[in-house]
C-alpha cells in the first residue's frame, strides 16, 4: 500500500501539485513509520509548499531513520536556510557534504552559509551599542535556486522526514523575562535518555520518546531568534524546563512565528505565564 501511494505522490509531485504528494506520502507514512525515504521526499514537498518548518521535521526524522541518507541532510540544509537558520544549515550540509563528496550542491550552499554568518557577524558589529531591530527576520530569498537544483533526480520523489501529526501528549506554557523565555513542557515521570532537546537560532526542536506508544514531538518555529549556545533545559520530575535565551531584549507576542503577528515591542512587560 506505501508503495502505491509513492507512487501517487510522485505523480502529483511531477504535476505541480505538492499538497497533494504530502497528502500521500503522510498516508504511506502512517503504513509505513520507519520508512526514511517517506519523510525525506514529504519534506520536499513541503519545502515546494514554502513550509520550511515542516520540511525540518521530516528531513530529521529521516536522518533519524537512516544517518546516511544524503537527500536528507540537503532537504535540512536547504529549509533551514530559508529559515535563515543558518549554522544549522551549514551544519546540515557539511555532513551531507561529507556523505556525498562528489555533489557540487553542497559546496555552493555551504558558500551561501557562510555568505550569510559573516554578513550576521558584520551587522552585529555595526549595531552594537544601538537599539535593538523591531523587525522580524524574513526568510532569505537568495537561494532560490537551490529549489530547483534539490529536485536533481526527481524522476522520483524525495521523501522528507516531516514527523506525522499526532494529538499532544504533554501540555506547554511559556513565559519571559526581558532577557530569556520559559517553556515549561509537563511530562511527568521522563527518563533523561528520552528526552532530546535542540535549539536552532530560531526553531526550537523537542522529542520525548514514549514507551509503547508515539514518540512526542514539539517543534515550533519561535516568535523571534534566540542565542542557541546559551539557551538551556533541565529535566525534572514533573516537566522540562526549557531556557531561551532571547537575542534581542523585546517583548514576544506569542512563542511561535506567525505571519500575522504585529511588530515585537521594546518595553518589556513584567513576567506572565502564556497557556496553549
Known amino acids: 500500500m506505501a508503495t502505491n501511494l509513492a507512487e501517487k505522490a510522485k505523480t502529483a509531485f511531477l504535476d505541480d501539485d505538492f499538497e ?86 553542497f559546496a555552493k550552499l555551504i558558500e551561501e552559509c557562510k555568505k550569510h554568518l559573516a554578513e550576521d557577524i558584520t551587522d552585529q558589529k555595526a549595531h552594537d551599542g544601538a537599539p535593538p531591530s523591531s523587525e522580524t527576520a524574513l526568510p532569505s530569498e537568495q537561494i532560490a535556486e537551490a529549489d530547483e537544483e534539490i529536485q ?67 517543534q515550533p518555529r519561535l516568535f523571534q531568534k534566540v542565542v542557541p549556545e546559551k539557551c538551556r533545559y533541565q529535566i525534572l520530575s514533573t516537566k522540562i524546563e526549557i531556557r531561551l535565551a532571547k537575542a534581542e531584549a523585546i517583548q514576544w507576542k506569542s512563542l511561535e512565528y506567525s505571519k500575522e503577528a504585529t511588530v515585537p515591542q521594546k518595553v518589556i512587560v513584567p513576567s506572565g505565564r502564556c497557556l496553549s
Not at 37 to 49: G, S, V
Not at 152 to 177: D, L, S
Open 20 to 105: 497533494g504528494a504530502v497528502e500521500f506520502l503522510s498516508q504511506a507514512i502512517y503504513s509505513n513509520s520507519e520508512n526514511a525515504d517517506l519523510y525525506a521526499d514529504r519534506a520536499q514537498a513541503h519545502i515546494k509548499l514554502g513550509s520550511f518548518t515542516e520540511a525540518v521535521s521530516d528531513a530529521n526524522k529521516a536522518i533519524e531513520l537512516d544517518p546516511t541518507m544524503v537527500k536528507a541532510y540537503l532537504r535540512k540544509g536547504s529549509a533551514c536556510m530559508k529559515l535563515e537558520e543558518y549554522h544549522t544549515a551549514k551544519a546540515a550540509l557539511e555532513k551531507g557534504a561529507s556523505l556525498s563528496e562528489d555533489d557540487s550542491r
Open 152 to 218: 536533481e533526480e526527481h524522476g522520483t520523489v524525495q521523501q522528507t522526514n516531516a514527523v506525522e501529526p499526532v494529538k499532544p501528549k504533554f501540555r506547554h506554557e511559556f513565559y519571559q523575562k526581558p532577557e530569556e523565555v520559559v517553556v515549561t513542557i509537563f511530562a511527568k515521570g521522563v527518563a533523561p535518555e528520552d528526552a532530546h532537546v535542540e535549539f536552532g537560532e530560531q526553531i526550537l526542536s523537542v522529542k520525548i520518546n514514549v514507551p509503547s506508544e508515539d514518540a512526542y514531538y514539539f
